[in-house]
Nanobody, 111 residues
């Protein structure tokens, strides 16, 4: 099982980024998938999750700015991040079934 995250980078406050996470080695269409993040000196926290049927939940800090989606045919999830803030700076990790983790992609938001 492999999770390959991509799409991170450096962006100015107010900008947008789109993260992708492609899963391989198994059919994850029946499982919940999600994005977590860990900022320097802080614990890893949930950003957004999406079930196999498309139900979503978000951290309060990103509601209205981030959108999680999935393409089951591609075993891929996405995180569209708009109106980014410096506090969004973190390593972003994708997760499948609360078990498997990707390697993380760095998002840096400058003020």
């Amino acid at each position: 099982v492999q999770l390959q995250a991509s799409g991170g980078g450096l962006v100015q406050a107010g900008g947008s980024l789109r993260l992708s996470c492609a899963a391989s080695g198994w059919d994850f269409s029946a499982f919940v998938m999600g994005w977590y993040r860990q900022a320097p000196g802080k614990q890893r926290e949930l950003v957004a999750r999406i079930t196999s049927t498309g139900s979503t939940n978000y951290a309060d800090s990103v509601k209205g700015r981030f959108t999680i989606s999935r393409d089951n045919a591609k075993n891929t999830i996405y995180l569209q991040m708009n109106s980014l803030k410096p506090d969004d700076t973190a390593l972003y990790y994708c997760n499948v079934a609360d078990i498997y983790w990707g390697q993380g992609t760095l998002v840096t938001v400058s003020s």
